[in-house]
Nanobody
Framework: QVQLVESGGGLVQAGGSLRLSCAAS????????MGWFRQAPGKEREFVAS????????LYANSVKGRFTISRDNAKNTLYLQMSSLKPEDTAVYYC????????????????WGQGTQVTVSS
């Protein structure tokens, strides 16, 4: 059983930065692509970023490209999302997820999900 636990969320002013972490249990973390998604109140969950198992390739939503950076440390079983130049529209619950069949912007290939961490950006 895989467990994913996000942390690092909080309240930040517009223009500020936060770094989210996702700690994964088990010994298979390094074999899988990982992704970040988010869901704002009243909206559907949307893709944010994903990364291959090696960290060699990344994919970003257009809305966060140039502001967010996804990375991973396979030795620590941890996924990161560095968020900069935050905007009020980035306010959402952020989820990390494991990509069972590779990295993708579609939520379908992701089989394990964390409980989420709240990010609130004030204007």
């Amino acid at each position: 059983q895989v467990q994913l636990v996000e942390s690092g969320g909080g309240l930040v002013q517009a223009g500020g930065s936060l770094r989210l972490s996702c700690a994964a249990s088990g010994r298979t973390f390094s074999r899988y692509a990982m992704g970040w998604f988010r869901q704002a109140p009243g909206k559907e969950r949307e893709f944010v970023a994903s990364i291959t198992w090696s960290g060699g390739s990344t994919l970003y939503a257009n809305s966060v490209k140039g502001r967010f950076t996804i990375s991973r440390d396979n030795a620590k079983n941890t996924l990161y999302l560095q968020m900069s130049s935050l905007k009020p529209e980035d306010t959402a619950v952020y989820y990390c997820a494991r990509g069972s069949t590779g990295y993708s912007s579609d939520s379908g290939p992701y089989d394990y999900w964390g409980q989420g961490t709240q990010v609130t950006v004030s204007s």
